[in-house]
């Protein structure tokens, strides 16, 4: 890794809730935002303001900021996006590359480039909940999407006539005995039992397989997972500054 200089970087994640943002001195994480879309200037001015040694924006986006929202930004600091055409660690096997999400592929590339020669399950935990699965042979495979912990809680009561609008909670039981029990059984016992049975089925084909965890509920539902795992919410945004250095070493 180039310690050559000590420029800072700021990394932007867009999801289709937050937008997540960190600031890097050499590979350090030295400071972390989370913002809506409707912040973003402003957010981003006063980190750019905070630390002036920051030269570079890194973004990455599958939420729907405009380009030319970061392109206001231009004359404060140097805007590298990450994009499918960016270069990547892993050989990409997804039958329809031009379709997969840049928060996976920066997922993947993150999960090569901190855990080499080994197979790697990378969960991510946001707006959806994302598998992708990268084999010790540095093959990307695909994996698999479902909807986030929060979209269940909306989609139960924006399709229904009578189910509440619940925040998320752990449920007390896995019976549950009224109305937001059972809305709280079926949403988290429900996401930890995918994440559980998930796992499994990737055991069937694989002896062995690092897991990481990310996303806005991983620190919430690790403690409900039966399997070890690597329980990192920073682990996009590390990533991003990765494949970032990873581009710059060509
Ligand atoms: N302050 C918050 N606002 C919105 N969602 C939050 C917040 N804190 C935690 N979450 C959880 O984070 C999830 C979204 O994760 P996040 O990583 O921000 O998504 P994305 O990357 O898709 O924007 C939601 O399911 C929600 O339960
Ligand atoms: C699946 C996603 C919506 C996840 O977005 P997120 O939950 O991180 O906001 C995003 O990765 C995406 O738009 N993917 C495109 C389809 C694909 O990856 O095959
Ligand atoms: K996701």
Redesign the pocket.
Known sequence: MGTKNSVMLLTI?V???RIKAAVFEQNRLVELSVFTKEAFLTETNFILNKFPKIEKLVVAS??NVEKELFLSLKNKAEIHFITRESRFPFTNL?S?PT??????MVLASGAVMQFPNQNRLVI???????YDFIDENDNYL?GA?SP?IRLRYESLHQHTAKLPLLTKNYPESFIGNSTQESIHSGVINGVASEIDGFIELYKTQYAKFIIILT?GDAEFLAIRLKNTIFANSNF?LESLNQTFQYNQND
Do not use: P, Q
Not at 124 to 130: E, Q, R, V
């Open positions: 994640d999801g289709n809730t599958v939420g997804y329809t379709t997969l999400g840049i928060d996976r991510d935990m946001g707006t959806c909940i994302t695909g999407i986030g996303g996009l």
